[in-house]
């Protein structure tokens, strides 16, 4: 939810301030740590007090449909401005950091420090397994074979669009795209607006969404035998939404709350806790501890906190040096 929240953070005052033609940094009312407390509490929490999750199928297929009006006009942009870099009329003027490429030449692969943000990023981008078992439970006729179908199809969707909007992104301004692409563009650009205006669309009504199964996995785990009670629903959607705002507010940019995020939650949630429930749950009368599947398990359990071990570790070491303000791709 914090990277949702951060892009509305960083979004919003841009579009107010566009369309009042005032500076963002200006009037109290642009700031982008009010306003996120102001969608919160006006648009978020009213969406995240609903029972079940299938009311929220309607702003789901909206917020779809937002993000791939952005990829299409990520595409659009690419071939309207071929490549962006050194015409400040259609880009955000910008310092580009000396060590980086600023030619319009793709690079297959580029070894800097800033590389060990790129996989945590690309993992969390998939980390969907808390929303698994609330969707079952909200299909039709559930069954292992119709969720596996809808997994195939959500994933495959959402990595086509990834992937195309990272590629197109990249070969609109090279070496020189940052972290947050969206602020590479024109903030006049009408278009560029529209899709602002649509990201944040489809980010707000997209944390309800996200916030649904992690209270359900806190009642579960806290109240395992309490009948529904609307007094906790909403103490804990509450509680959640504050403790976001909190870290939201006070972390500076959107690469460190996915690189932090994507370096603990998704080696946890796609390589260590499969592994150590496997480990766990299928007995060795079974699976043999010495038995080649639960050696692949292991093995997969020990990548995953190597993973999170170095990710981290190169990530403070940016922190502590100062370099983690550069961007790059």
Sequence with gaps: M??????????LPLVIGTFLDMDPEGDWFLKGNLLII???VLIILPLALMRHLGYLGYTSGLSLTCMLFFLISVIYKKFQLGCAIGHNETAVERKSPPSLNTSCEAQMFTADSQMFYTVPI????????????????????????????VANVSIGAMFCMYALTATFGYLTFYSSVEAEMLHMYSQQDLLILCVRLAVLLAVTLTVPVVLFPIRRALQQLLFPSKAFSWPRHVAIALILLVLVNVL?????????IFGVIGSTSAPSLIFILPSVFYLRIVPSEVEPLYSWPKIQALCFGILGVLFMAISLGF???????????VSGH
Excluded at 125 to 145: D, G
Excluded at 315 to 325: C, K, L, P, R
Aim: aromatic share 12%; hydrophobic share 45%.
């Design 38 to 40: 102001i969608v919160s």
């Design 315 to 325: 990530m403070f070491a940016n922190w502590a040096t100062g370099q983690s303000h």
């Design 248 to 256: 939201v507010i006070c972390v500076p940019t959107i690469r460190d």
């Design 2 to 11: 914090s990277s949702y929240l951060f892009i509305i953070k960083s979004e």
């Design 122 to 149: 690309m993992a969390f981008a998939f980390v969907c397994h808390p929303e698994v078992l609330p969707i079952y439970t909200e299909l039709c006729r559930p069954s292992k074979r119709r969720m596996q179908a």
